[in-house]
């Protein structure tokens, strides 16, 4: 299978570099259909992913102050892919967020489902279920939501270095996606062509407090942080709005016989990893 990526970030490139030689990642800057219509030409391929976005910098707080800009990345943008798919008959894969949902769910274990409307407070995850509200009445086109995605290769972007620098961390509960099985479900979602919203998270539920406990363990016994209370984090400065937490049902992945690992034994399994990636960095 051909794929064609969109989005040269984080994602993009470990998707690419896990497919191998028939991914091919754009270096075309969308700024119409035409753009996407070209690269679809020249790459011809059997499905598009679409990794690009604006989560800003030093994080999404950056977005509150930049909301055009947010806007144009995280909804016109995939609009504008999405026209271009269809002009084409191309399947798209469009890596959605879990971050458009706030708390718990109206449903008894408190997990969202891919239906579920999100309830989103921020500049950010407005953006983003503002193109999973469009882009899910297409025929053709695939939404897979992550949230805090957690590898084993060291980046800015990986839960495990986020939480690893913090002095002071908050003590919350997720759904996370381990980026191993992430970047499985994707390829398959795309040979399948699969339609719809899917809650790409690994079954189960994990806590900062348990992934920096199985940091210190096999990466840094020697870390340590403050541990604070949710509400401390805008209370205390650290963010201008508060951060999304919620638990995630990937049941959807279950009906097109997909599966992801457990998030604890799956967690364990990319901590090693990345504590030998670590250890081979020095």
């Given at each position: 299978m051909k794929i064609l990526i969109f989005g040269k970030g984080y994602m993009g490139a470990r998707c690419a570099s896990a497919w191998g030689e028939d991914t091919v990642l754009s270096d075309v800057f969308v700024n119409s259909?035409?753009?996407?219509?070209?690269?679809?030409?020249r790459v011809r391929p059997d499905a598009v992913l679409n990794a690009a976005g604006v989560r800003g910098k030093p994080n999404v707080d950056w977005c509150e102050d930049h909301a055009r800009e947010t806007i144009r990345g995280n909804t016109l943008l995939p609009i504008l892919i999405a026209e271009a798919c269809q002009e084409a008959g191309t399947y798209l894969l469009h890596m959605g967020s879990g971050c458009i949902f706030y708390g718990d769910s109206p449903?008894?274990?408190r997990a969202w489902r891919e239906d579920d409307h999100g309830n989103p407070v921020p500049v950010y995850s407005r953006s983003k279920w503002a193109a999973d509200l469009?882009?899910?009445?297409?025929?053709?086109?695939g939404i897979a939501r992550i949230r805090m995605p957690i590898d084993w290769t060291?980046?800015?972007d990986n839960l495990i270095d986020k939480l690893a620098r913090f002095p002071k961390v908050i003590d919350v509960e997720n759904s996370v996606t381990i980026v191993d099985d992430m970047v499985s479900v994707f390829h398959a979602l795309m040979d399948q062509r699969a339609a719809g919203v899917f809650h790409v998270t690994n079954p189960g539920t994990v806590k900062?407090?348990?992934i920096l406990e199985l940091y210190r363990e096999l990466v840094d016994p020697?870390?340590?942080c403050e541990w604070i209370g949710n509400d401390d984090l805008?209370?205390?400065?650290?963010a201008t709005k508060g951060r999304s937490n919620n638990?995630?049902?990937?049941a959807r992945l279950g009906e097109h016989g997909i599966a992801m690992r457990p998030v604890r034994d799956a967690l364990r399994d990319t901590m090693m990893k990345y504590a030998h990636a670590k250890k081979s960095n020095l």
């Open positions: 259909v035409e753009d996407v219509l070209k690269e679809i030409e449903h008894d274990d469009v882009l899910s009445t297409l025929p053709h086109v060291p980046s800015p900062h407090r348990e020697a870390h340590a805008v209370a205390q400065g650290f638990f995630l049902s990937s």
